[in-house]
C-alpha cells in the first residue's frame, strides 16, 4: 500500500514540475498528498491491530476461542482487504484525474498566476524574476554608451618624472622600470594632491590598475597610503597599459611633432600616421596598435570585476586620452586634444562626460599651438631623416660576389673521390704537412760551438725614451757573437757576383715532358709517406 501512495506522490510532484505553471499548484498537490497519507495511516494502522488480532487467535485458539471463530475472524480480515483494494484504486483514479486537470493549465488560469513559457531545455527555478537580459561579458567593443560599462573608471596620469622634468621622450619599454624615470619631488606633491581631491569628493577606487613603469610604481604606492587601499587590490599591468612606442623618435624632445603627425596622417580610426623605426628595440606604433592593448585591458577589468571602482594608473598622457576617445567614440586623430598633464586625474570617465570635455579642449589655444609648433618640428625631423638616408646611400657598399659553380666534370671527378673510399686530397694534404715540418735543414751536420765575449757595459733591454721612472727595466749585458768558419764561407760564397746562365727555350711538347720527368722523379723518391698515407687509410677503415 505504501509503494502504491508514494507512486501517487511522486506523480503528482512530477506534473506540477514539469508543467512549471505556478507556484500555488505545488502547495495545492503538496495539500492533497498531505491528505492522502493522513488517510493512509489511519488505515495503516488500522491493519496493523487486525494483523495483530488475527495472529492472536492463531496461536491461542486452542485454549480460547473455538474453531468457528477462528474461521470468522480470517472471513473478516478478507472482506477488509477487498475494502482496502478498492479504495488504493479509487485513490489512484482521482490522482490521475487531478494531474490532468493540474497539467492542463484551468487552475492556473483561476488563480491567476504567470504563466511562464515551456522550453524542453531549460527550466527556470525563480518563478517571479526579472524579465531582465543579462549583459554579455566579452570582448569590448567601442565606443561605450551609458551602461555598457560594469565597472567605474576613474582615470589618472603618473606625476612628473626625472626624464619629463628635462623633457626627454623615453617610450622603449626595456627601460619602463629604470629608477632614472621615477618620480620627482614635485611628481610626488601632484600625486598627493590628486588623492586629497579624489577623498574630497568621497571617491575610494576599490582597485587601483597601474603600469609597470617606474613613475607609475611610485603613484600607486601613493595612492595606497594616502587612500588606504589594500595591497591586494593595488594591481601591476606589465603590457597593455605600455605608452605607444615613436620609434627613432624615442630619447627625444619630439612630443611636439608626433602630436603634428597624429592630427595630420592618424585619421579617423589611427592606422596611419606611423613613426620612423629605429634599431635599438623601441617600437614604432600607430594608434590603432595602442587602441588594440587598450581593449584587451578594459575587457580583462569588465570580465574580471563587476559594479568596482577603478583607478587606472598611466605613465604618459597619449594612452589616458586614447582611452577617453575610444570610449566616447572620438576620431583618434585629435586625441591630444585630450592629453593628461602629470599627475592629472578625471574622475567618472564615461562618453557623455568625455564629449562635454572634449568640446572645451578642442577649442583651447594652448592645443592649436602646440599643434603649430609640432608641424615644424615634424618637418624638420623628416628633413634630417632624407638627409641621412642620402648619406648612407652616398657610401660605398661592398657587394658580395657568388663563386661561380664547378664544372659538371670536376664535379663528377669530386664525386667519385669522396664515393670510391677515403678523401685522399685531405688526407694527402696532411700527410705533406706532416713530412714538411720533419724537415730541418743541417739536422744531422756537425757545427761548430760560436764562442761569445762579453764586455762589462750593459744597456737597458728597452730605451726609456720619455725619462719617465715608472717602468724598471732589467739590465742586460750586451754581446757579441762569433759564427763558425762553416757559415762564413756561406754568406762569403752568397755575397759574391750573381752569374747568370742562358736556359734554352723549349717547346711546350717538351716543357711537358720536362714537367712529366720531374713529376715522376719526385713520387719515385721514398720519403715515407706512402707508408704514412696507408697507416691513415687503415685507421680510418677501422
Known amino acids: 500500500m505504501f509503494t502504491s501512495l508514494g507512486r501517487i506522490h511522486l506523480l503528482l510532484l512530477l506534473s506540477a514540475i514539469s508543467d512549471a505553471r505556478a507556484f500555488g499548484i505545488i502547495w495545492l498537490s503538496r495539500g492533497a498528498v498531505a491528505f492522502t497519507l493522513h488517510a493512509s495511516s489511519k488505515r495503516k494502522s488500522f491493519t496493523h491491530h487486525s494483523q495483530i488480532h488475527s495472529l492472536y487467535y492463531h496461536h491461542d485458539g486452542q485454549d480460547c476461542e473455538p474453531a468457528s471463530d477462528r474461521q470468522g475472524s480470517g472471513s473478516n480480515l478478507q472482506r477488509f482487504d477487498k475494502s482496502n483494494s478498492s479504495r488504493r484504486s479509487f485513490m489512484k483514479s482521482v490522482s490521475i484525474s487531478f494531474a490532468g486537470i493540474v497539467s492542463s493549465g484551468p487552475l492556473a488560469a483561476m488563480l491567476r498566476l504567470p504563466q511562464l513559457p515551456l522550453s524542453p531545455v531549460t527550466h527556470d527555478t525563480n518563478l517571479f524574476h526579472n524579465n531582465k537580459v543579462a549583459n554579455a561579458v566579452g570582448l569590448v567593443t567601442f565606443p561605450c554608451p551609458k551602461g555598457s560599462l560594469s565597472n567605474t573608471y576613474h582615470v589618472m596620469r603618473a606625476g612628473q618624472s626625472l626624464l619629463e622634468e628635462k623633457n626627454i621622450l623615453s617610450t622603449n619599454p626595456l627601460f619602463l622600470t629604470n629608477r632614472d624615470d621615477a618620480l620627482t619631488t614635485k611628481g610626488v606633491i601632484q600625486v598627493e594632491d590628486a588623492c586629497a581631491d579624489m577623498m574630497l569628493k568621497d571617491i575610494n577606487p576599490s582597485v587601483v590598475k597601474y603600469s609597470l613603469a617606474s613613475k607609475c610604481i611610485d603613484t600607486a604606492n ?8 589594500g595591497r591586494n587590490r593595488i ?35 589611427g592606422r596611419s600616421g606611423r613613426p620612423p623605426p629605429n ?42 586620452a586614447l582611452l577617453s576617445c575610444l570610449i566616447a567614440g572620438i576620431p583618434l586623430k585629435d586625441v591630444h586634444a585630450l592629453n593628461f598633464e602629470p599627475g592629472e586625474v578625471r574622475l567618472d570617465v564615461t562618453m557623455d562626460s568625455t564629449l562635454q570635455l572634449f568640446k572645451d579642449k578642442l577649442l583651447s589655444s594652448e592645443y592649436h599651438e602646440m599643434l603649430e609648433v609640432g608641424q615644424k618640428q615634424l618637418e624638420s625631423l623628416r628633413n634630417e631623416q632624407l638627409l641621412k638616408e642620402a648619406e648612407e646611400n652616398a657610401k660605398p657598399k661592398l657587394v658580395a660576389v657568388s663563386k661561380p659553380a664547378p664544372t659538371a666534370k670536376v664535379a663528377n671527378k669530386r664525386l667519385d673521390l669522396t664515393q670510391g673510399g677515403p678523401d685522399f686530397y685531405s688526407v694527402g694534404a696532411m700527410g705533406i704537412i706532416a713530412y714538411m715540418t720533419t724537415l730541418r735543414k743541417g739536422v744531422d751536420e756537425p757545427r761548430d760551438e760560436p764562442q761569445t765575449t762579453s764586455s762589462g757595459v750593459y744597456t737597458l733591454a728597452y ?21 763558425s768558419s762553416k757559415e762564413i764561407a756561406l754568406r762569403t760564397n752568397s755575397m759574391e757576383s750573381n752569374t747568370f746562365e742562358e736556359v734554352p727555350l723549349l717547346s ?24 704514412w698515407l696507408h697507416a691513415i687509410k687503415d685507421i680510418i677503415n677501422e
Open 235 to 269: 594591481i601591476p599591468e606589465f603590457t597593455f597599459m605600455d605608452p605607444r612606442g615613436v620609434g627613432v623618435w624615442d630619447g627625444g624632445s619630439n612630443e611636439a611633432a608626433i602630436w603634428a603627425l597624429d592630427y595630420l596622417e592618424a585619421g579617423v580610426e
Open 508 to 531: 711546350k711538347e717538351e716543357r711537358k715532358k720536362a714537367a712529366d720527368k720531374a713529376m715522376e722523379e719526385y713520387l719515385s723518391k721514398d720519403d715515407g709517406c706512402d707508408d
Open 279 to 320: 634599431d635599438d628595440g623601441t617600437a614604432n606604433e600607430t594608434l590603432h596598435e595602442q587602441m588594440i592593448r587598450l581593449r584587451q585591458l578594459m575587457s580583462i577589468l569588465e570580465t574580471q570585476y563587476s559594479g568596482d571602482s577603478i583607478l587606472l594608473i598611466f605613465p604618459d598622457g597619449t594612452s589616458p
Open 463 to 483: 730605451a726609456n725614451t720619455t725619462g719617465s721612472n715608472l717602468f724598471e727595466f732589467e739590465a742586460v749585458p750586451s754581446a757579441t757573437f762569433e759564427m
Open 222 to 229: 601613493i595612492v595606497a597610503t594616502r587612500m588606504m587601499v
